[in-house]
């Protein structure tokens, strides 16, 4: 199965709308591959929610949106059972989340007990409402996105739920000729309308099974584990990164290692998203955050320090 030549004309068809952000794409590929959700973290307008449904456009997939509100309710996330006009049954009404792809804007500003529902869904991929248990389907990511400059009326996201998500990215602002290139090719916003699809739910689904058979050295899975030993370690960091944490950043690199072509993953590949999967997972010490530390700034430190294996290809 020839994934990067698909994983192409995905990127390509994206790159009709999304200008300027060949990156972000291909990171929001990677998490499709992986089966992961992504949280988009940067300001409104620089085309977070047009990625994502560019995204399910071109896999005819279909794409739920959630607004996060503060009186945002569990059940305008999953759904509901309610009773059907002219008898007494009652019947599920599946809420947004039952789609290919959710888009959770400004997921940061519903309560936690919206967010603990979005929780189980997004682990498990199952919506239980009164103890019937609902599948969503496949493939399913939610892709959040949060502004990180205004934080008056927002919950910060739980430690356990940032960490279900396989990647955290940044947007950033396209370059003046993107900017350009945009204003040019705007109408109305109905470019998304024409977007045709090159892939389908049921090819995507192909391509996420191959992506799991990609080999992972043992040298390459000790390089993430050193990176995850040296982070909880590391002194501004109170808690490093976990098991879960290990598992993402080798599923990511096998996906990454298929968008490049090649059936086995290499340390490149881990050190290239080492940022975007683990920087999310390191809760800093209160001192470091006092001093102005991030966790990038952390990140960057463990690549400097662990050094890189030699792994011959597979």
């Given at each position: ?35 992961g ?42 759904g ?57 389907p ?32 940044k ?46 050295a ?35 690199g ?26 999310h ?34």
């Open positions: 199965m020839d994934i990067s030549r698909r994983t192409n004309a995905l990127a390509a068809n994206i790159e009709q709308v999304v200008k300027g952000k060949p990156e972000a794409i291909r990171l929001v590929l990677v998490a499709l591959l992986a089966e959700h992504l949280l988009i973290e940067d300001v409104p307008g620089v085309g977070k929610t047009t990625l994502a449904r560019a995204l399910a456009h071109s896999i005819s997939g279909s794409w739920g949106r959630v607004q996060f509100t503060p009186d945002l309710l569990p059940a305008d996330v999953t509901t059972n309610m009773p059907e006009p002219g008898n007494q049954e009652w019947k599920f009404h599946p809420g947004p989340v039952f789609a290919n792809i959710v888009i959770a804007d400004e997921i940061n500003r519903a309560s936690p007990k919206t967010q603990s529902a979005m929780l189980q869904v997004m682990e498990e991929r199952t919506v239980t409402v009164d103890r019937t248990t609902h599948l969503v496949r493939p399913f990511v939610v892709i959040a996105t949060q502004n990180p400059i205004e934080m008056d009326g927002t919950y910060r996201l739980p430690e356990a739920q940032l960490d279900r998500f396989l990647m955290r990215i947007m950033d602002y396209p370059s003046r000729d993107a900017t350009l290139e945009i204003m040019r090719g705007y109408r109305s916003g109905r470019e998304l309308d024409d977007l045709p699809a090159v892939l389908d739910t049921a090819e995507v689904a192909e391509m996420i099974a191959a992506v799991e058979q990609i080999h992972v043992d040298a390459v899975a000790r390089y993430i584990i050193d990176l995850a030993e040296a982070s909880r370690e590391h002194a501004a960091v109170q808690v490093g990164a976990s098991p879960r944490g290990c598992l993402a950043l080798m599923r990511a096998r996906a990454a290692a298929a968008v490049a072509g090649r059936d086995y993953v290499m340390p490149e590949d881990v050190k290239d998203l080492a940022p975007a999967v683990l920087g997972r390191l809760i800093l010490t209160p001192q470091s955050d006092l001093d102005g530390a991030t966790a990038d700034e952390v990140v960057k430190d463990l690549l400097a320090a662990v050094a890189i294996p030699r792994v011959q290809n597979a």
